[in-house]
């Protein structure tokens, strides 16, 4: 549905109100479509009693929807009704009404987007007569969009904020979709009877990131849940509880989708529980969706995970990755790209495959899509980093407050090296000073020629630390200090490691569920080339003079940037 030429929800908004929360946005957009609605016969009355009339209207669909509306249009209402009804005069029916179908949340950013949403529906495919449940419907994006699809199907959402769940309940009323709503935790759906195995299809675009420990402390539900229904030890992500509550939802024949994080895909501390899975026959299929389809509500790396009974052949894995439209940071999928994942899903190609249960295993059930369809680089004379580490450890764990009892602004000759103090390959000549640094922490400083490497973040930073006579350099906790045998000179080493090809090695051995991490052990065992000491040297003075380069023109950026500061002020 699209708006009119006049409407667009962020001109509802400024016409509206300017202090309202989403929340009271959305319900009076609600109103102000139902008074649309209405129009035909009640144009004439008065406004009060018009609006009045509406939420009447409104309410009748559920008691939670007509306390909320009262509220909201009680003594303290904080917009007239006048206003309310002149909104509804000046849009039109399908502004509004596309207004309501975005939602507050589709507009924040933490609904599904609508291109995951297209893809989920697109895989489920609802059918006449099936039973449609999302755990976890928020304000019923999805479900509007599969009811558009298939109105023959019934429909049902689980959703536990009971502010957003009133929001689905006017959406549905107000479109007359009868989709039903119920207000509360998704696991205690499955305490009652004749709900286990009872829906053809099922969606979930649960919380990422909740510990399943932390999840049973919010959820007795989620508790007692897991620990009725697991056959394996208990996860450690709070993904796969919710993996396995789709797996109860449905019956025999049924399919569910959840999306998950890239990280519970491969995370070695969940790889009991993916074995369970495939050895159930749970798992059908992985799609690595690319970075970023979820910004800005988070950045990170999700997998959509297709689930079902039975399948014990095999395990079919998609690599989306490469598709989507960048946007400022945030990828969109459009109908090409859910087409293309959808043709991948069906044949073996470039970016897919079926992975059997041997190949799982020997894996450590690892189920992210690139790790086994990435293209394999060639690389000149490949060795392990292992291979050319002589010592490797990661730099000091101060709290922020030690830090700041450390630091001074005299130059002592002592400095603190930040993972921000490293930008392009360079290191900062502008270090915090310390102190001092206690000889206990000796063994985190940096030396000259020792190699940087970030422990956190995306893309990870590489840099060559050069240190004075004389001078010391802590490093932060964030980034790996990595003494260098003879075999290699680090320069070379570090613009491999800046190349397109070393970021597409280092990228592959990042883990992590909602922060990107480097392990040691990962990282030494990405691969390198080992090129004859001559043609190291060469690659190395041809980086330093790049960076250098870089530095100079860094200097220029700095003194232009400081001369426009002072142009306003400089006498005519």
């Known amino acids: 549905m699209k708006f009119d030429g006049k409407g667009g929800l962020k001109v509802i908004k400024s016409r509206l109100l300017s202090k309202a929360t989403w929340n009271e ?62 909104v509804a005069n000046t849009y039109s029916h399908d502004a509004l009404e596309g207004a309501v179908n975005m939602g507050p949340f589709a507009v924040a950013g933490a609904e599904t ?68 709503y119920i207000n509360g935790d998704m696991f205690s759906l499955f305490e009652q009877e ?68 890239g990280g519970s895909a491969f995370n070695s501390v969940d790889a009991k529980v993916r074995k369970h899975f495939v050895d159930q026959g749970w798992i059908r299929a992985v799609i690595a969706l690319p970075e970023g389809v979820f910004y800005p509500y988070v950045s990170i790396g999700t997998t959509l995970v297709v689930l079902g009974h039975g399948n014990t052949g095999g395990v079919r ?32 190609g470039k970016h897919s495959r079926t992975l059997t249960p041997a190949e799982l295993a020997e894996n450590e059930y690892n189920l992210y899509a690139p790790r086994y369809l990435r293209e394999k680089l060639q690389i000149p004379c490949p060795k392990q980093f292992g291979d050319v580490v002589e010592t490797m450890t ?21 400095y603190y ?43 990870i930073k590489v840099a060559v630390a050069e240190v004075a006579d004389g001078n010391k350099v802590l490093a932060c906790g964030n980034l790996y200090i990595v003494h260098l045998n003879d075999r290699v000179d680090p320069y070379y080493l570090a613009a491999y490691l800046s190349s397109s090809t070393g970021a597409k090695e280092l990228s592959a051995a990042i883990k992590g569920t909602l922060v990107s991490t480097l392990n040691a052990s990962d990282l030494k065992q990405i691969t390198i080339p080992l090129e004859p ?19 100079v023109y860094k200097l220029k950026l700095e003194k232009a940037r400081a001369e426009v500061a002072d142009i306003f002020s400089e006498e005519g």
């Open 317 to 348: 894995i998609v690599d989306a990755t490469d598709l989507g439209t960048d946007e400022r940071r945030m990828v969109n999928l459009g109908e090409e790209d859910v087409g293309e994942i959808l043709a991948r899903l069906a044949s073996d």
């Open 25 to 86: 946005l959305y319900s009076y957009i609600c109103i102000a479509y139902a008074i649309k609605a209405d129009e035909g016969e009640n144009g004439g009355l008065d406004p009060d009693v018009r609006v009045r009339r509406a939420c009447e209207y409104l309410g009748r669909c559920d008691e939670a929807v007509k306390t909320h509306l009262a509220e909201l249009m009680g003594e303290n209402q904080s917009i007239s009704a006048e206003k309310l009804v002149a």
């Open 194 to 261: 004749g709900q286990s195995g009872s829906y053809d299809k099922a969606f979930s675009n649960y919380p990422w990131g909740i510990p399943a420990t932390q999840l049973y402390k919010g959820s007795a539900a989620a508790k007692e849940f897991d620990k009725v229904k697991n056959g394996y030890n208990r996860p450690v992500s709070g993904d796969w509880v919710f993996n396995r509550l789709l797996i109860d939802a449905i019956g025999e024949d049924g399919t569910a989708v959840g999306i998950m994080t």
């Open 417 to 459: 090296l930040g993972l921000s103090d490293i930008q392009d390959g360079i290191i900062s000549v502008q270090l915090p000073c310390l102190k001092s640094i206690d000889p206990k922490l000796g063994k985190y400083c940096v030396r000259n020629g020792d190699l940087l490497v970030s422990k956190t973040g995306s893309p």
């Open 113 to 180: 987007p609508r291109g995951v949403t297209s893809l989920a529906l697109a895989i489920l495919s609802p059918m006449p007569g099936e039973r449609f449940i999302d755990c976890g419907s928020g304000t019923g994006s999805l479900l509007t969009s599969a009811r558009e699809m298939c109105p023959e199907a019934h429909y049902f959402g689980a959703e536990i904020d009971q502010a957003v769940y009133v929001e689905a309940k006017l959406k549905s009323f107000i479109l007359g979709y009868g989709i039903d």
């Open 394 to 414: 990661r730099g000091a764990s101060l709290k922020a407050s030690e830090l700041d009892e450390l630091t001074c602004t005299e130059d002592t000759g002592a």
């Open 533 to 551: 000491m001559e043609r190291q040297q060469e690659v190395a003075a041809r980086y330093r003079a790049k960076l250098d380069e870089i530095q």
